[in-house]
């Protein structure tokens, strides 16, 4: 069955005529309408409140609607009369009526198309900053804003619910690929928060989520075979199993998930207190990218510039992270003068591998030892924890060969890393050693949103959501829809052109910082 956009009718198919009314006449339906309203109000003698609120609601809402076309008639025929002595050299059509998907449905409006040699545009919807797709800024936002929460599907299921009506699922999916196409720009533009800290802390980790494969990606192309059993989704399942064939049966190692990693970069600034002590987090920002890790960061390098935090002002930046062997390097490239911590508790963690290595799992004698580590480690003595590796290793028998190269692998870890474990004087300064609030990003901006059961992702399509849900994270949502509006009304009024939103193909990921 063909989407369609409509998915619960707003409106009665009478109440959608073939050419919009005038302004006099929606004055006229409105005051009869809500006089109709009011007189339906004060008939209400015996319904209970559920049923009074329930049959109230569609009529509010054609009040709005009515309301809207109101306004937008009334434009019509505020450009119709100035334009009486402008736009020379142009011809013109209509009023030609359209319909657009609104807060409260569906409405009908008439608007002029001006046309010249080169093409032709409606100066209504440039002024009033329509798009071409036929869904007002405000629908847009609202159905976006709940995709970055939820799924498409249950986005679709909620507008129903609480609106009457929803655009279909495919072009929700084209509005945030839409949106989406502005997400760099609004990174970039953005301005940096007010009232910041003393200290910069940049927290970066990543996380992957499940990307179709080849194979996945073959079953959803080309045209679809028809189906044998329309009425049954037993015997529909059967057939379609049939003709993909068996599943080929996963070896040793292989992974159904098919991970893809996204960087998540959490920013915040700590402020000094009365008694010495650093106060925050503060104006925390967060921003995720399937782009390669030196874009990320890169982004926190732009970021920091822009709070800032420059290179030459001397002001104190920390960055915390697991470890990675490419984070170390960009971070070296891009903050050669910040303070680089490693998460102690995946420091810790590699402690409970190594005791691993030395006492059978779950014994109290694991615990004691690990316990010894961490006391030593939070003091600062990370030497005396290499030289107990050390000397642990000399004692490991010759039979204990997949021991001893574990823990030379951990001793490794440890030892090319000791300069950024300097945990008692990072407690002393008041710092962190933990990545805590870029764990919590993890887990709140990806996990919850990309990493559920049954779904798989197209990493540039995925990009698209996934920085809208760091903007509504960021509380920046409303400002973001105002810059989009104001970009596409420019760019509309530029190049004299009624510009849509909406997008079929998502962008390529971002480049920035990757020359």
Known sequence: MEAIDLLVPPMAATDLPTSAPTVEELKTRITQTVNALVAWVISCQTLTFYAFETQLVPQV??????????????????????????????????????????????????????????????????????????????????????????????????????????????????????????????????????????????????????????????????????????????????????????????QKGDKAKNGKMATVVVMYTLRKSADGTLEGPLNKKVYASYAPKRHAVAIARRAANKRGFTPDSDKAIQLVTDGDNDLERYIAELFPAAEHTIDIFHVVEYLWEAGACLYREGSAELTEWVDAQKAALYDGRVAEILAELTQRLKQLAPQQSSAHDRLTSIQDYLTKRQAKMDYKRLRELDWEIGSGAVEGAVRYVIAQRFDCGGMRWIKERAEALLQLRCIEVNNDWEAFITFVHDRIQTQAQEQHKNLPLKCAEPAPLPTYGLA
Not at 123 to 152: M, N
């Open 61 to 250: 809402l054609t009040v709005g609607r009515l309301c809207l076309q109101l306004f937008l008639q009334m434009r019509e025929a505020q450009w119709r009369a100035a334009a009486e002595q402008s736009q020379p050299g142009c011809k013109r059509q209509g009023p030609i009526v359209r319909q657009l998907g609104t807060f409260f449905g569906k409405v009908s409006y008439a608007r002029t198309y001006i046309y010249r040699r080169g093409g032709g545009y409606y100066p209504l919807d440039i002024e009033l900053g329509l798009t071409g797709d036929g869904f007002s800024l405000l629908l847009t936002s609202c159905a976006a804003r709940l995709a970055s929460k939820v799924s498409y599907a249950q986005t679709v299921l909620l507008l129903t619910l609480f609106l009457r009506w929803s655009p279909a699922q495919s072009s929700l999916e084209e509005l945030v690929l839409g949106l989406g196409r502005h997400t760099a720009a609004w990174f970039a533009h953005a301005p940096a928060p007010s009232g910041d800290g003393d200290v910069l802390v940049i927290q970066i980790d990543s996380k992957a989520t499940p990307t179709a494969t080849e194979a996945e990606l073959e079953k959803r192309r080309g045209p679809r075979a028809a189906n044998p059993h329309p009425g049954s989704q037993r015997h529909r399942g059967r057939a379609a199993r049939l003709r993909r064939g068996g599943k080929k049966r996963r």
